[in-house]
């Protein structure tokens, strides 16, 4: 005859379970920064290739404030998404 084993378990009584998310915010601050810091480099190395200007040069004063207005632009965009996360 054939021995039967009947084995019983009792589900656990309490059970936690920890979820961790990070914000992504670090991340999206950095990719903006770095995207601001490749343009502006980018604009200067470009830039830099030319013959050698007047620094009066109204192109020149252009160009900076077109920089300028971009950055401004990426850190009111990094503020407006900060607000939405919170």
């Not at 021995?3 to 915010?25: F, L, N």
Request: proline share 3%.
């Amino acid at each position: 005859m054939a021995d039967e084993i009947i084995e019983t378990t009792r589900p656990a009584e309490h059970v936690t379970i920890v979820k961790e998310r990070g914000s992504g915010m670090g991340g999206m601050m950095v990719a903006l920064l770095a995207l601001v810091v490749i343009a502006v480099v980018a604009f200067w190395a470009l830039d830099d290739r030319k013959a050698p200007a007047d620094p009066s040069d109204a192109s020149i004063a252009a160009a900076a404030d077109k920089v300028g207005g971009a950055a401004e632009k990426v850190g009111n965009a990094a503020e407006e998404a900060v607000k939405k996360i919170n």
